[in-house]
Each structure stands twice: as C-alpha cells, then as structure tokens.
C-alpha cells in the first residue's frame, strides 16, 4: 500500500553530496521541502543548497542515527552508498527511496550485467576477472578489441583500460588497480543513448524523452536532444526500464545507458539509481526536470509530466573550462550552472551549460 505524500515543511534526507544532490535539493527546496545532506565531506556543493549537512562517515552509526531523527525519508545522489548505511537509516523507521536492493546491483559491474542478462536485456560479450591469467583467456577469447573495468568504483572512464589483442594482460591487469574486474568486447555502436526513467510509489512509470551522449576521454562531452534513436528502439527502452523498475519495486529516477546501432540494435551499457548527467538538460527542456521528479518519486507524490518542448544540446564544462564563465555568463540564451565546487582539477566536472535550439512540437 502506497503511504500518503509527504507535506511540504518535512525533510528529505540525501546521502551523497555533489552536484547531484547540489540539484536535487533546489527542486526539492523548490517544492517547500527542507533537504539535509549527508556525506563525509565538510563542504561539499550539494550542502551550500540544503537546509542542513551532516558531515560524517557513511558507516557512522551516531550520524546516522542522529540523521535519521531529522529527516522523513531518505534518498542517495550516489551509488556507492554502504548498504549498510541504508540498513542503518531503515532500522531507524526512516524510508529509504529507491530501495537498497538496487545498489547491490549497480554498485559491481559483474551483478550489474548478469541481472542485465536475467532480465533478458543484451550487452557487450563480458568475462569476470580476477586476476592476469583469467584476463590473458579472456582475451583470447573476445579475440578482438574490448575494455577492461573494475568491478567496483569506476566512473567518468576511470578505472578501465582499452585493450587490443597483443596487449600484455599483467601490465593491463596492475593499470587497473590488480582488482576484480571484468572484461568487456568492445561495442562498436552508431551512438550512445541514455533512458531516463521515474516510477512513482504507486508504480506508475514515466520516462523522459531520450539525448543522444557524446564523451571526451571517457567523460560525458554533450547530451543532444533529440537522439534520433529509431521509434522501435525507443519503445523497447521503455519495455526494459519498465521491467527493471517493477522488478526492483523502484522508487526514484533510474537511469540505464544503451549503445545504439542500427546493426545490433540496442546494448546496455550500465545503469544508475539516480538522477543523471545525461538528464540534466530536462530542467531547461522539460516541463518537469529530472530533479524535480526524483523528488516527487520519493516524496510519494504523483510524477510530473516529463514533456519535453524543446530540442538542444547540455555541453558539460570540465576542469578549467568552467573558468569560461564571464564569457558564458553574456551568452544570451545560454544556461548556465555552476557546481560551487572549490578546485578545478582536470577531469572534474564543475558546471554544465544548455543551449535550447528550437520549440519541439
Ligand atoms: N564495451 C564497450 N564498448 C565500447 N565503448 C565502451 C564500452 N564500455 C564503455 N565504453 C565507452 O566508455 C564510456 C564509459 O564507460 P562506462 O561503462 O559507461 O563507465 P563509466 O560511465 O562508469 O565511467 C562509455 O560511455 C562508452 O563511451
Ligand atoms: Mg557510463
């Protein structure tokens, strides 16, 4: 049975404290809810939006208990959360939206393509590694271009290596970190997509429409909306998410990457428990933003229409290309965001900008 919706003036709680939950709490503030942070930095971006931050251990019992005197229901910008902290959260009588038998599967590549493959869906030809040898069979075995990645705590490219027969497994094996691993055949798509869906606590489904991703050195460059995905194409990214989400029991925004070709069809990639950066163009084109509607989900309120009116293009900034903004900021017509982020180190990303380019019917 669906519990009521939350009344504005309560408290979401968020776990995970970048940009994330830096946009869920604007829609969320936006919507008369008071958000508090949680996470172990002192004074991270998603805290400068939120009504309080809790700066602590995931793992800190004392926090979280305190945490969960302050908060009604309790959410994660970020997929690497302990299980055992929603454990934790839920044991204290605080919901926890999506449920955490979704991190089990996101958080390690293997389960993530074998519940792939349970629930009927193609990916790339994959091989667990555990060590140089079973990545040498591998090897021999894809007999061809693939891509080695850790099992856990890779993101943006990081943790991954390119691979070509010929390589020397043991030196790709220590690159990456000597860790479970697994092995990938390399995809050769027309282009990146990714889904971005929502159901409700009443079970209801609602997807945004789909942006065509583009990546830099293993980095989202550009999210172009429309993707051009074929109808049929789009229809079974619906089909699937819809089958992953009620097989979940999902609360919240969940996002699933696909690699397109019009050979193969679709592939999936990965998939997140949460709000995406491929999504977050939806604030500027969307009649509800990504944001705004995980916020809902997890409030138990009904899903906003994910309309989208507009087609255009999201271009991340990264690293010191967000020192742009006096530039940026003049661009009439230009959507600027900035993360509130202190250093600009390479790779990080510190903003995004949108450039709508025209009304979409
Ligand atoms: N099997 C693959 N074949 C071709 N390209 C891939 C493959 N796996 C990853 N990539 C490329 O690398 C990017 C990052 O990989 P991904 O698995 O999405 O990891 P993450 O986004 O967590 O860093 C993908 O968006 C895609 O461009
Ligand atoms: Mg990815």
Known sequence: MPSSPLAPGATIGI????????????????????????????????????????????EDEGALGAFAQNVDVATYEFENIPTKTVSILKAAGVPVRPDERVLAVCQDRLEEKRYFEKAGVPTAPIWPVENAEDLAAAMREAAGPAILKTRRFGYDGKGQVRLKPGDDPKAAFEACGGVPSILEGFVDFDFEVSLIAARGLGGYAAFFDIPRNTHRDGILHQSH??????????????????AILDDLSYVGVLTIE????KASGLIANEMAPRVHNSGHWTVEACDTSQFEQHIRAVAGWPLGRPRRHSDGVMTNLIGAEAGDWPALSAEPGLALTLYGKGEARPGRKMGHTVVLTAQSP
């Open 15 to 58: 776990l995970g404290t970048g940009q994330l939950g830096r946009m869920l709490a604007m829609a969320a503030a936006r919507l008369g809810f008071r958000v508090e942070t949680f996470g172990p930095e002192q004074d991270p971006p998603a805290a400068h939006a939120a009504a309080a931050h809790m700066s602590a251990d995931y």
């Open 225 to 242: 909306f429309p993707s051009g995905l074929p109808k049929e194409a789009v229809d079974i990214a619906h089909r699937t998410a819809k």
């Open 258 to 261: 696909f690699f397109w070709s």
